[in-house]
């Protein structure tokens, strides 16, 4: 009897004349990245504004009382968060259903791909705004994240990516003023990507931070420097009054006075993240 001989991966069995490839271990598939709107927001914004919702689900969280619609099968998604907030104080705080379409109008504007699509809708004769309902996501609330800990802890090979995540999430709601910045408002996917929800409180005029910065990123920051207001007034002018838009630039001024300080005091290597990874 002859013996198997093996050449290059295979193991011929002489005289039987049967080969078996050797197999190169399975790979486990990507981690999924839920922001599935990238490269095709115009075509999910089209759908949005013109797909019948089905029917409705209160949601626990959110003191608007946000609900989630149901869509017909076969779409983008089959879900849209439906917050139908009329501009007006709501336990103590002014919000509106149009912070939430400007607050993605302002993430388009700014490169971030961090807050879903979301447009004006009208349902039975109400206006408010339709939010893509993100999946799969977990807060960082789900993740045991609290205000004491901070944010759910990456996996090392994704540490730099994270914190520059989640510095540019935070100059973006220094910028339009997200006076509810809360567990429950930042998604993390399987991926890691951190998207931004529940912006119904944002714009109102203030120079207040709320977020303390020592570093910024320094792409999205020569954005925010280059914003004017004949950019912001077509974007944003149907959405609210020139004051709320004169005061994102007062608030990005203010921004200007942070970032001078932090690096009078450490420097721009410090401050700019060119070191860290995207």
């Avoid at 790979?27 to 927001?41: E, H, L, Y």
């Avoid at 609900?67 to 968060?81: E, N």
């Avoid at 003023?177 to 005029?205: E, G, H, K, Q, Y």
Wanted: positive net charge.
């Amino acid at each position: 009897m002859k013996r198997p001989v093996a050449i290059l991966g295979l193991a011929i069995l002489a005289g039987a004349g049967v080969a078996a490839a050797v197999q190169a271990p399975a790979q486990s598939p990507a981690p999924v990245d839920a922001r599935t709107w990238i490269g095709r927001a115009a075509e999910i914004e089209a759908y949005m504004r013109s797909v019948t919702m089905l029917k409705f689900e209160d949601l626990s969280i959110g003191v608007t009382k946000p609900k989630k619609a149901h869509l017909p099968p076969g779409g983008p998604m089959p879900y849209v968060a439906w917050k139908m907030l009329p501009p007006g104080r709501y336990g103590g705080y002014w919000e509106s259903y149009q912070n939430e379409i400007a607050a993605y109008e302002m993430d388009k504007l700014l490169g971030l791909n961090m807050v879903p699509p979301t447009v004006e809708k009208v349902y039975r004769g109400e206006r408010g705004a339709a939010v893509m309902w993100v999946a799969p996501t977990q807060s960082f609330k789900d993740m045991g994240a609290t205000s004491a800990t901070g944010s759910p802890t990456p996996p090392p090979a994704l540490v730099n990516s994270w914190t520059r995540q989640m510095v540019r999430a935070k100059m973006f709601h220094n910028l339009i003023n997200n006076l509810d910045p809360n567990l429950t408002n930042w998604l993390v996917d399987p991926a890691w990507n951190l998207i931004l929800i529940d912006c119904s409180r944002c714009f109102t005029p203030g120079r207040n931070m709320a977020h303390t910065l020592t570093r910024v990123d320094p792409e999205l920051w020569d954005r925010m420097k280059a914003l004017t207001e004949a950019d912001l007034m077509p974007l944003l002018g149907k959405l609210m009054d020139r004051g709320q838009v004169r005061a994102i630039l007062q608030r990005r001024d203010r921004l200007q006075e942070i970032v001078d300080a932090a690096i009078k005091t450490h420097g721009e290597t410090h401050v700019f993240m060119k070191d860290v990874g995207k």
